[in-house]
Structure formats: C-alpha cells, structure tokens
C-alpha cells in the first residue's frame, strides 16, 4: 500500500521557519516527481513547489521564491519544504504529493503531480 505521512507544521511567529517532510511508504520515491501544495479557508488550492523526477529541475510560487526550499533524500523515501521568514499568508494546509512523471518546464506542471496524496499538515503563522 502506497501511504505519504506528512510532519512538522505547526503555529509560528512571523520571521519564523518549519521544515515539512513527507515520508513515502510502499515504494521507493526515487522514480516520482514531487510537488508541495497549500490550501487556505476561503481560498483554491495552490501550488506552492515542485521537484522533477527527470532532471532535479524545481518550481516556486513566486510568493515563496528564496524563501522556500524543496528536497528530497530518496534513501529515505521522505520529500521535504523548508520554509524560511514565515508570513501570514503561509497560513494554510500542506500536502505533499507524488506522481511518475516529469515536470513541464514551469510551475504550471506542478499541478500534475497528483496521483498520490498526503493527509496533509497545519501550518499556521501569527502573532
């Protein structure tokens, strides 16, 4: 059974950072592109980051560029975002997703990466 089980949001002050991870279980994450998505109360889902299987080539939101920084270490099958000088409007839910294909050269292709989900985590950022 494939399972991504998401870790390490939580509430933060503004300037603050979080490293989200994503552990893949039931198959090994070195042949999937991996993408970071967010959704807040009131607002469509978001892609925030991805990462292609194909050439190690990443995306950002242009909201989180040199802010935000996704990874992933295949020996441990885990994705992470790195998430420096938190705003407000970070505030959301954060899933991790998985697909087997390469990304399409833009942050447009990020929303491909879907076929598997995580149960997403709370990332909350005030004062």
């Known amino acids: 059974q494939v399972q991504l089980v998401e870790s390490g949001g939580g509430l933060v002050q503004p300037g603050g950072s979080l490293r989200l991870s994503c552990v893949v279980s039931?198959?090994?994450?070195?042949?999937?592109?991996i993408a970071w998505f967010r959704q807040a109360p009131g607002k469509e889902r978001e892609e925030v980051s991805c990462?292609?299987?194909?050439?190690?080539?990443?995306y950002y939101v242009d909201s989180v560029k040199g802010r935000f920084t996704i990874s992933r270490d295949n020996a441990k099958n885990t994705a992470y975002l790195q998430m420096n000088s938190l705003k407000p409007e970070d505030t959301a839910v954060y899933h991790c997703?998985?697909?087997?294909?390469?990304?399409?050269?833009?942050?447009?292709?990020?929303?491909?990466?879907?076929?598997?989900w995580g149960q997403g985590t709370q990332v909350t950022v005030s004062s």
């Open positions: 039931g198959f090994t994450l070195d042949y999937y592109s």
């Open positions: 997703a998985i697909a087997p294909y390469g990304v399409q050269g833009a942050l447009s292709g990020c929303k491909y990466i879907s076929r598997y």
């Open positions: 990462l292609s299987k194909d050439d190690g080539s990443t």
